[in-house]
């Protein structure tokens, strides 16, 4: 094999599985992302570029949230209006940050901080609101606008304290390998890393100055959040990635990420390029009442978890979800990921699998390997109803689709110099 | 009707009241279910999807709630009875046949790094390059696939040959390495006839024939139906020979093919001629002209070849001492004596030098000798040796004891009319017999066949197993026990020539004698077969490269070796 790029995609796996992302701080958005911070009207959104009209209803549902949550209109027929002309939407990793499903993110959202010590860039990422009705599925009504105040005011603010009693911070990698023996695959199951994570921020809690009552709320949020270390996961990936991409050369995947629209992938060889392809319809289990009919299509960046070796390619760390694949139960699990193995370049020894026998979660995925294979990453999701404000109808998996890959490695050939002797 | 059914402190994860609400709503009489832990969230749900009621408001998080909706009639304790049953029984629905799968060549040898043999079944136009990376890896290959160029299978074979490896194939439908049947193969007792074969189904009717006949197979190793044509030359041909004349747990050898080009048939007989074992061949669509020619025995039919291979295939090389040059039979059907008689003088071309036929000697020359102890000179006073079997008994220390017998030729006349249990009356001699001449340094064979039929009172397999248990090697009748012991005799006297073949390479050498552990490329009923007969077994599934696309599968090699 070429040398270059199997020493670049070495490099690159060396970056990704020795990353550190460390929670520093909870903030508002326009204080670290810099385009929020000025006073033109800027949403984030997950997924590749894409203007208001092409997005999902669910996620156009976020954006007349997020616009109420700012106070830029007074309800949804102005903010419809406003949202068609006057802000400008931009995607989340655009600027270091991920958002989940419609990935919405407004200038005065809390956002987690997580700095990859190894390289010590930072990454960014909403928290995530629990289940039923929630913006990041498209849900606009007064109780999500008054939980992202609170979250605003309260939950943020709060755990930045905590955090900020920590000496260096909140190291993210120890917590994840604890968990991932635990049956966490951290995109469809979190509840032991976010058990673990309400466990350390108790006591930390405990010992800052803010009222009692206060303390309260926010460890019963915490409590009650089986999936609060999503977004935790999500940006912490973000961030291992973001310093892999400095690596600007081979074939391993850096991003992927859907818009509703668009599934969209980035290659380390390839820069900041998206390589695009129509994102498929998650298939899956649903609650009783709601069929694949009403599924909305794939979106958001959490696919980043899968980007680095978790979600869908490590569904063998998590057979309690493992059954949204198929019937089959452990089996069906461990053939999942082992036919993500056949796509990545090794595995990440500091992410041991014990119900893998102790091996790594893949690490690496290989535009090459997908394309020679026809085997995409599986990504482990959430389903949203298409109707705005109804919010999860269930949950299952959905494939990458591949022909991004192909565009990707018809690129990756040109940086190269290579053309086939096929032709 | 709506209906909604708490259960108190009833964890159940979201998963499986997915499923089981899935499950409950398919029964008759309901419209449909829905089952949740009562949290506050999942109570929104119920709401939403028209399942509210005040006893759902009630519920904890902690709570299993079934929201029930029924048609008229239905009882709600039946579907809340279902509900439970399935809640006890999640248990996966199918067990794993363990069959670890792969999709791509490296993984599936990670998963079995000590495979040594690839099965391969994919569409002809793939296999030149897939199998040229197997033999790279330094795998033995079968190529069950058909539509492979011949100039490709000639550089395969090429490749296989200089590497030391087995090719099977390409259109290699049946093969058995170390009584491991691969892909179309009957299940048919071990033994020690090996075959090497270039016909699938003449391998399968070989094979058949040879265990109903009572024999059994050491290994058939395939060729494909070109090898022996003139652009490929018979290599793997040669090379299986070799192997079988190498392989300790074979004792025969049959060859079946088409009729060979002149050239390739000039080699491969010439090389049959040199091996210690005796080889049986069938060149299907050719008569012999002559039914032997030194080492090798020629067969008109598949049928035949089996046969002539179950009266070749001894328990290995016979360790004849010096003295031991001679057939004795001792008969008590007189037809059969003569038969054999008649097959002794051809075979040997020998003269009678008694044929005033005196005392019941139906052949006696130089040292054979066939007594027919029914001939009246015995008889006279006595009943006949079928009726009573201890005149035969009393005259069989003298057979074991005379220093020129090599073969005890023996027939077991079965039936109305013979004794209770003719087998058993000789074993005692037999044994004692075969012991003394062990003692004096005399390894004597002991021949038999069985006339009868299992309808028999006596009981044809009883009567088999008790001559077998007495170390007598039986065959299916009297024509092949006497060709049997000729063969057993030609064998010994031919000069050892151990050693002068080459060693079977190392990676042959390793398939035959550990047995395969498969890596199956393709079809995956071949695995799930070997796999259920408890072979180690991988699948791959495999798949063109970038699905066929060629231009792609080009970038990716330019990517690759660039």
């Known amino acids: ?423 | 009707m709506l209906t909604t059914a708490i259960k108190p402190n009833t964890y159940q994860d979201s998963v499986s009241l997915m499923l089981l609400s899935q499950q409950l709503s398919a029964l008759p009489g309901v419209n449909k279910v829905s089952v949740m832990m009562g949290t506050p969230a999942n109570k929104d749900i119920l709401r939403a999807t028209g399942f509210d009621s005040p006893e759902l408001a009630s519920a904890q998080p902690g709570d299993l709630v079934l929201g029930v909706d029924v048609e008229d009639g239905t009882d709600v304790a039946y579907v809340v009875t279902q509900a439970e049953e399935a809640l006890k029984n999640q248990a996966s629905r199918s067990a794993s046949s363990g069959l670890r799968t792969a999709r791509s060549l490296a993984r599936a040898l990670k998963i079995a790094p000590s495979a040594n043999l690839a099965l391969v079944s994919i569409p002809g136009q793939y296999v030149a390059d897939e199998v040229a990376g197997l033999l790279d890896r330094d795998l033995n290959v079968m190529i069950f696939s058909d539509n492979v160029s011949i100039e490709d299978e000639l550089q395969l074979k090429r490749t296989a040959h200089e590497r030391g490896l087995l090719l099977m194939g390409p259109d290699c439908g049946t093969a058995s390495i170390h009584g491991v049947p691969l892909a179309f193969a009957n299940a048919v007792s071990g033994g020690n006839i090996g075959i090497v074969g270039a016909s699938g189904t003449g391998v399968q009717e070989v094979m058949a024939q040879i265990d109903q006949l009572g024999g059994g197979v050491s290994n058939a190793i395939g060729l494909g139906g070109r090898d022996l044509g003139a652009d490929i030359g018979g290599i793997m041909c040669l090379q299986a020979l070799a192997t079988l004349e190498n392989d300790p747990t074979t004792s025969t050898i049959v060859i079946i093919s088409k009729p060979p080009a002149p050239a390739v048939r000039k080699r491969v007989e010439s090389y049959a001629q040199r091996l210690t074992k005796p080889v049986v061949a069938v060149f299907l669509g050719e008569k012999p002209d002559v039914a032997t020619n030194g080492n090798l025995v020629y067969a008109y039919t598949l049928a035949d070849a089996a046969a002539r291979a179950v009266e070749l295939a001894g328990r290995g090389r016979p360790a004849f001492g010096p003295t031991q040059r001679w057939i004795k039979a001792l008969y008590t059907g007189g037809t059969l004596a003569n038969e054999a008689a008649m097959l002794i003088r051809d075979q040997l071309g020998v003269i009678d030098s008694d044929p005033a036929h005196a005392q019941g000697y139906v052949l006696r020359s130089g040292g054979h000798e066939i007594i027919d102890l029914g001939d009246d000179a015995y008889t006279q006073g006595r009943p006949h040796p079928m009726i009573d079997p201890t005149a035969r008994a009393e005259r069989l220390p003298a057979v074991f004891d005379d220093e020129g017998t090599a073969v005890v030729l023996l027939d077991i006349v079965i039936g109305f009319g013979a004794a209770d249990d003719p087998a058993g009356a000789l074993v005692p001699a037999i044994e004692e017999g075969l012991e003394r001449a062990a003692q004096a340094g005399r390894q004597v064979v002991v021949v038999a066949s069985v006339c009868g039929t299992s309808r028999d009172f006596q009981g044809y397999a009883d009567q088999v197993a008790k001559l077998r248990d007495a170390h007598v090697t039986v065959l299916p009748n009297n024509a092949a026990a006497v060709r049997h012991a000729l063969a057993l005799l030609a064998t010994s006297s031919r000069p050892s020539t151990a050693g002068e073949t080459e060693p079977t390479p190392p990676r042959i050498a390793q398939l035959l004698e550990d047995g395969p552990t498969v890596l199956n490329i393709g079809l995956r009923s071949f695995a799930e077969t070997l796999a259920t007969a408890g072979v180690a077994t991988v699948q791959y599934d495999w798949a063109p490269v970038a699905g066929g696309d060629s231009r792609l599968a080009g970038l990716l090699r330019a990517l690759d070796n660039a």
């Open chain 1, 1 to 423: 094999m070429d040398d270059s790029i199997n020493a670049a995609n070495e490099a690159i796996t060396e970056l990704m599985s020795s990353g550190q992302p460390v929670l520093v701080d909870v903030v508002r958005a326009r204080d670290v992302i810099d385009v929020l911070a000025g006073d033109s009207k800027v949403l984030l959104h997950a997924g590749p570029p894409i203007t208001f009209d092409e997005m999902t209803p669910p996620m156009q549902g976020s954006c007349i949230g997020a616009v109420l949550f700012e106070g830029w209109a007074q309800n949804e027929q102005e903010a419809r209006q406003l949202l068609a002309h006057d802000v400008t939407f931009t995607p989340c990793h655009h600027h270091g940050a991920v958002g989940p499903m419609g990935g919405i993110t407004s200038p005065n959202m809390a956002v987690i901080v997580v700095e990859n010590r190894l390289r010590g860039n930072r990454a960014y990422c909403t928290m995530n609101e629990g289940i039923g009705k929630v913006l990041r599925f498209g849900a606009y009504d007064a109780s999500v606008i008054a939980r992202l105040e609170w979250m605003r005011d309260i939950l943020g603010p709060s755990l930045a304290q905590a955090v900020r009693l920590t000496p260096d911070g909140y190291a993210l990698t120890p917590l994840i390998a604890r968990a991932i023996t635990m049956g966490d695959e951290f995109h469809q199951r979190n509840i032991a890393a976010s058990a673990l994570f309400a466990k350390d921020m108790g006591p930390l809690l405990a010992r800052t100055d803010i009222d009692r009552s206060v303390v309260a709320d926010v460890l019963q949020f915490l409590a009650d959040t089986d999936q609060f270390f999503l977004n935790l996961a999500m940006a912490a990936c973000k961030s291992i990635m973001d310093a892999a991409r400095t690596i600007e050369e081979g074939s391993i995947v850096t991003a992927m990420t859907r818009n509703g629209k668009d599934f969209a992938i980035r290659v380390s060889g390839l820069g900041d390029e998206w390589f695009t392809a129509p994102v498929n319809t998650p298939k899956g289990l649903y609650f009783t009442g709601y069929s694949q009919d009403e599924a909305c299509p794939d979106m958001g960046d959490s696919s980043i978890t899968e980007t680095f070796g978790l979600g869908g390619m490590s569904m063998i760390a998590a057979p309690g979800v493992t059954r949204f694949v198929g019937a089959g139960g452990f089996s069906d699990a461990l053939a999942t990921s082992d036919e993500m193995d056949e796509i990545v370049v090794g595995h990440n020894a500091n992410l041991s699998i014990p119900t893998w026998d102790f091996q790594g979660a893949p690490l690496g995925i290989d535009i090459r390997k997908v394309v020679a294979t026809s085997i995409t990453p599986i990504i482990n999701t959430g389903i949203a109803s298409l109707e705005p404000g109804v919010g999860q109808i269930g949950a299952g998996t959905v494939r990458a689709p591949l022909a991004c890959f192909v565009k990707a490695l018809e690129a990756l050939a040109v940086k190269y110099g290579v053309t086939s002797t096929d032709d």
